[in-house]
């Protein structure tokens, strides 16, 4: 696959992202999953960071440099907007949990990369 359907693929995740977040707390199923909440939020950046690095033109670290501070400013532009969603709030937790997991999946790739 290339980088152009990856960046599709980027994209309509971040929308994914976004829904999710803004469906109020009274509407979410009470489940046992969402204990794990920050564990959900490590593999839910996990896999922003896979897609974020391999839809670009060219892996490298310089694009690392550019994929983990949009990363980081897209998790806690999520957990800002949570914010007005009633039940919601937002946590700085959540966005640490972020950070670890948009790192993680930007280096896996990194580290995966084809010279």
């Not at 971040?14 to 109020?24: A, Q």
């Not at 892996?59 to 907007?81: A, C, H, K, Q």
């Not at 948009?102 to 084809?114: C, H, P, T």
């Amino acid at each position: 696959m290339n980088h152009k359907m990856f960046r599709i693929l980027l994209v309509a995740y971040m929308l994914v992202i976004l829904s999710v977040s803004s469906v109020p707390a009274q509407s979410m199923p009470k489940t046992w999953l969402l204990t794990w909440d920050k564990l959900i939020h490590m593999v839910e950046y996990f896999i922003l960071g896979i897609l974020a690095m391999k839809s670009m033109n060219s892996i490298s670290y310089r694009t690392l440099m550019i994929v983990i501070p949009l990363g980081i400013l897209f998790g806690g532009l999520d957990e800002y907007l949570q914010s007005f969603i009633s039940g919601r709030f937002s946590s700085g937790w959540d966005v640490l949990a972020d950070t670890i997991g948009i790192i993680i999946g930007s280096l896996l790739v990194l580290g995966n990369r084809k010279e």
